[in-house]
């Protein structure tokens, strides 16, 4: 798992894990970048995953606060303790290309004037990424378009849930079937 933070158009950074395809997993905005807001992020990363899905390595770039965040996580039992930590400033090489094409969609924006507006934005700019990587794919019920239309309708709250989607699509083959 990989993970870095990048400044902002408005000087928040902006924290980010990837797997070990280098594919975006989560992102978190905070204020500052200290260790508790490194402990918050990588904390929310883990929680979301499952014991065998925890990484055997963290790639960081050298910020000290992800070490403080990464060892107050193993004595709190929430990373193992065999996880290794590497702060190898190439590792990230990747994350810090990605940082680059969210910049030039963040800059034309000249800054946020919140942290829940600019959390909002940046979520539609990394679904929007998602979609047109492919990255995506596994989620969309429905091929095409109209899959991916859903897709951001069920990621921002406005569309139906899967369920109900999925509910829909049964519905409709048993009629047609019928």
Same mark, same amino acid.
């Given at each position: 798992?990989?993970?870095?933070?990048?400044?902002?158009?408005?000087?928040?950074?902006?924290?980010?894990?990837?797997?070990?395809?280098?594919?975006?997993?989560?992102?978190?905005?905070?204020?500052?970048?200290?260790?508790?807001?490194?402990?918050?992020?990588?904390?929310?990363?883990?929680?979301?995953?499952?014991?065998?899905?925890?990484?055997?390595?963290?790639?960081?770039?050298?910020?000290?606060?992800?070490?403080?965040?990464?060892?107050?996580?193993?004595?709190?039992?929430?990373?193992? @303790?065999?996880?290794?930590?590497?702060?190898?400033?190439?590792?990230?090489?990747?994350?810090?290309?990605?940082?680059?094409?969210?910049?030039?969609?963040?800059?034309?924006? @000249?800054?946020?004037?919140?942290?829940?507006?600019?959390?909002?934005?940046?979520?539609?700019?990394?679904?929007?990424?998602?979609?047109?990587?492919?990255?995506? @794919?596994?989620?969309?019920?429905?091929?095409?378009?109209?899959?991916?239309?859903?897709?951001?309708?069920?990621?921002?709250?406005?569309?139906?849930?899967?369920?109900?989607?999925?509910?829909?699509?049964?519905?409709?083959?048993?009629?047609?079937?019928?």
């Amino acid at each position: 798992m990989g993970s870095c933070a990048a400044p902002s158009a408005k000087g928040d950074d902006k924290f980010i894990t990837t797997d070990y395809l280098q594919q975006c997993l989560d992102f978190y905005l905070s204020p500052t970048r200290s260790a508790k807001a490194a402990k918050r992020f990588l904390g929310k990363a883990l929680r979301g995953l499952k014991h065998w899905e925890k990484p055997a390595t963290l790639n960081t770039d050298k910020a000290p606060s992800y070490g403080a965040a990464i060892t107050e996580l193993k004595r709190e039992g929430k990373q193992d @303790r065999e996880t290794a930590h590497r702060q190898v400033k190439y590792l990230n090489n990747v994350i810090e290309a990605d940082h680059g094409k969210l910049k030039i969609l963040i800059k034309p924006v @000249r800054g946020f004037k919140s942290i829940p507006t600019a959390y909002a934005t940046i979520k539609g700019f990394e679904v929007m990424r998602a979609l047109r990587k492919g990255q995506a @794919r596994p989620w969309c019920l429905q091929p095409g378009i109209r899959g991916e239309v859903r897709l951001v309708e069920r990621a921002f709250g406005i569309g139906p849930s899967a369920l109900t989607e999925a509910m829909g699509m049964l519905n409709h083959h048993f009629a047609a079937a019928a």
